[in-house]
Antibody, heavy 118, light 106 residues
Framework: EVQLVESGGDLVQPGGSLRLSCAGSDFTFTYYWMHWVRQAPGRGLEWISRISNDGTTPDYADSVKGRFTISRDNAKNTLYLQMKSLRAEDTALYYC???????????WGQGTQVIVSS | IQLTQSPSSLSASVGDRVTFTCRASQDISSYLAWYQQKPGKAPKRLIYSASTLQSGLPSRFSGSGFGTDFTLTISSLQPEDFATYYCQQTHSYPVTFGGGTTVDIK
């Protein structure tokens, strides 16, 4: 079964840093673009970043540009999100998802919780 | 591209036929996906290319539309269908989602 499993979420102080990971299994990870999408408490889905299958082309939402860095290690079938200068408004459940092109995002991981608070 | 979903919430009963809409701010052809999200769970893709049902899902879910106006219909609402539904455009970068429609029990 194709699966994505996120990890790395934690409680962090404002201004702090955190690195999230997303491990893929049962599919050829290197074939697919990958995304990070977050959901603040009680809110909708917010796309924040994507990366090309070879890792050379990252893109970011304006809300995280300059603070977050997406990367991947295809040898380890793992996607990363390095987050710096965290703010209270970054508090959310962070999901990774596989890009199926015109067919949307599928599957999604179960999410990892990031809480930014003093 | 902005996506506007309506209504933002609706109350319905088991067995009801429910329809909700997603309107795009510009023509996106059929580049639209729908997702279902249950409380505490990750989103799950239901429909892609506006009308193609995800493999293994029940046929009571259907999607339609082209251009700027799209609908998701549940022909006979089941208890497990009470959830929030999001649309997403796959036409162009950046990825955008609608604000969601929450279906709860009347």
């Amino acid at each position: 079964e194709v699966q994505l499993v996120e990890s790395g979420g934690d409680l962090v102080q404002p201004g702090g840093s955190l690195r999230l990971s997303c491990a893929g299994s049962d599919f050829t990870f290197t074939y697919y673009w990958m995304h990070w999408v977050r959901q603040a408490p009680g809110r909708g889905l917010e796309w924040i970043s994507r990366i090309s299958n070879d890792g050379t082309t990252p893109d970011y939402a304006d809300s995280v540009k300059g603070r977050f860095t997406i990367s991947r290690d295809n040898a380890k079938n793992t996607l990363y999100l390095q987050m710096k200068s965290l703010r209270a408004e970054d508090t959310a459940l962070y999901y990774c998802a596989r890009d199926k092109g015109a067919d949307g995002l599928d599957p999604w991981g179960q999410g990892t919780q990031v809480i930014v608070s003093s | 591209i902005q996506l506007t979903q309506s209504p933002s919430s609706l109350s319905a009963s088991v067995g009801d036929r429910v329809t909700f809409t997603c309107r795009a701010s510009q023509d996106i052809s059929s580049y639209l996906a729908w997702y279902q999200q249950k409380p505490g769970k990750a989103p799950k893709r239901l429909i892609y290319s506006a009308s193609t049902l995800q493999s293994g899902l029940p046929s009571r879910f259907s999607g339609s539309g082209f251009g700027t106006d799209f609908t998701l219909t549940i022909s006979s609402l089941q208890p497990e269908d009470f959830a929030t539904y999001y649309c997403q455009q796959t036409h162009s970068y950046p990825v955008t989602f609608g604000g969601g429609t929450t279906v709860d029990i009347k």
